[in-house]
């Protein structure tokens, strides 16, 4: 039982790249988030999906994008990475109320 | 504007004593409370949740407390143990208020558990 799984750990990007984070549950979770952690600040919520083809924006969105076109994948995309963007990111899952489910994180340096 | 605040950065406590993390909110939409507890290099893990129709949760040694006039609730960890030393996450949500779920956190409290 994998939980859910993010892919890669760790990534340094130049400004200017891009590059996709993937997160992948086995839940069968409806309801699937993406946020950053900034050092000594709390989780700051970028993009949620509420089911397969229906993402919205949350409290970060901006540089950001998703796409939501099974149950068990949520990517999240940095089109033109910038170094306010340096933070490590976690991908979460939820079935209605019940607690998340976190992946361990990424945490991306963009230099 | 933070609308979930854990206004101590750290805490220490010794092995077997308690110890009793805080938070405050201030959007009093919120009606589901929750805390994780995130070890180095890991994702936050569910620890206990409590709804506002309650004022008290237990769950072993984990008791999280309400108080809904005041705003604020928090976890009390009866005996402390080292390997409880971990950041605790304290967020809310508000289900009632069509949320979808979504939690708001707090920005962390260091837990420090010495032998």
């Known amino acids: 039982n994998a939980g859910v799984t993010q892919t890669p750990k760790f990534r340094i990007l130049k400004i200017g790249q891009s590059m996709t984070l993937q997160c992948t549950q086995d839940?069968?979770?409806?309801?699937m988030y993406w946020y950053r952690q900034d050092p000594g600040m709390g989780l700051k919520l970028i993009y949620y999906?509420?089911?397969?083809?229906?993402?919205d924006k949350g409290e970060v969105p901006n540089g950001y994008n998703v796409s939501r076109s099974t149950t068990e994948d949520f990517p999240l995309r940095l089109e033109l990475a910038a170094p306010s963007q340096t933070s490590v990111y976690f991908c979460?899952?939820?079935?209605?109320?019940?607690?998340?489910?976190f992946g361990s994180g990424t945490r991306l340096t963009v230099v | 504007d933070q609308q979930v605040k854990q206004n101590s950065p750290s805490l220490s406590v010794q092995e077997g004593r308690i110890s009793i993390l805080n938070c405050d909110y201030t959007?009093?939409?919120?009606?589901?409370f929750l805390w994780y507890k995130k070890y180095p290099a890991e994702g936050p893990t569910f620890l206990i949740s409590?709804?506002?129709?309650?004022d008290k949760n237990e769950d072993g040694r984990f008791t999280v407390f309400l108080n809904k006039s005041a705003k604020h609730l928090s976890l009390h960890i009866v005996p402390s143990q080292p390997g409880d030393s971990a950041v605790y996450f304290c967020?809310?949500?508000?289900?009632?208020?069509?949320?979808?779920?979504?939690?708001?956190f707090g920005k962390g409290t260091l837990l420090t558990v010495n032998p």
């Open positions: 979460a899952s939820s079935y209605a109320s019940q607690g998340y489910t």
């Open positions: 839940m069968n979770h409806n309801y």
């Open positions: 999906s509420v089911g397969a083809g229906i993402t």
């Open positions: 959007n009093s939409m919120f009606d589901y």
């Open positions: 409590i709804s506002s129709i309650k």
């Open positions: 967020a809310a949500s508000s289900l009632s208020g069509g949320s979808n779920y979504k939690l708001t």
